[in-house]
Nanobody
């Protein structure tokens, strides 16, 4: 098993930046594909971005492409989400998730709130 703890959320004005972190403990971090999802009030949870085990392959939702960057540091058991040019529609609870099998996210963090004001 792996335990995930997100941090770095907060309130920011539109156009600002935030960096989220997700610290993992438990089994070897590098064996997990990692991803970020988000859930806005009254909406379904949606995929934001994911990164391969080595960090060499990344995918982004169209809504965040060019503004968000996912990265990981396997030595620190941490995955990051750098969010730039934030928009009010980015307001959501952001969740970190881990998958042993590609695309099957069995482990989730508790979430961190991101609020973007106009």
């Amino acid at each position: 098993q792996v335990q995930l703890v997100e941090s770095g959320g907060g309130s920011v004005q539109a156009g600002g930046s935030l960096r989220l972190s997700c610290a993992a403990s438990g089994r070897t971090f590098s064996t997990y594909e990692m991803a970020w999802f988000r859930q806005a009030p009254g909406k379904e949870r949606e995929f934001v971005t994911r990164i391969s085990r080595s960090g060499g392959i990344k995918y982004y939702a169209d809504s965040v492409k060019g503004r968000f960057t996912i990265s990981r540091d396997n030595a620190k058991n941490t995955v990051y989400l750098q969010m730039n040019s934030l928009k009010p529609e980015d307001t959501a609870v952001y969740y970190c998730a881990a998958a042993l099998l590609t695309g099957t996210y069995d482990y989730w963090g508790q979430g961190t709130q991101v609020t973007v004001s106009s």
